[in-house]
């Protein structure tokens, strides 16, 4: 069983790893659809979805580790 430091640390390090490529795909795509960006507001557009995407991740893993570990009993 992973433990919850484990999943958060997991999380993040998974999160993390596609930031700086959020950050400039953000940069790119975004004009396409008419939304202009500067590489300060790709960078804090990019922040908040890592912030909700770390949650998010975290929540999952917890209900599913939840669920694995009630089916043993």
Known sequence: MQ???????ESLANTLSGFGLSIVVGYFVFPLFGMPQSLASSFWITVVFTVVSIGRNYIV?????????KEKK
């Open 3 to 9: 433990s919850r430091k484990a999943s958060l640390l």
């Open 61 to 69: 893993r917890r209900v599913f580790n939840f669920l694995h570990v």
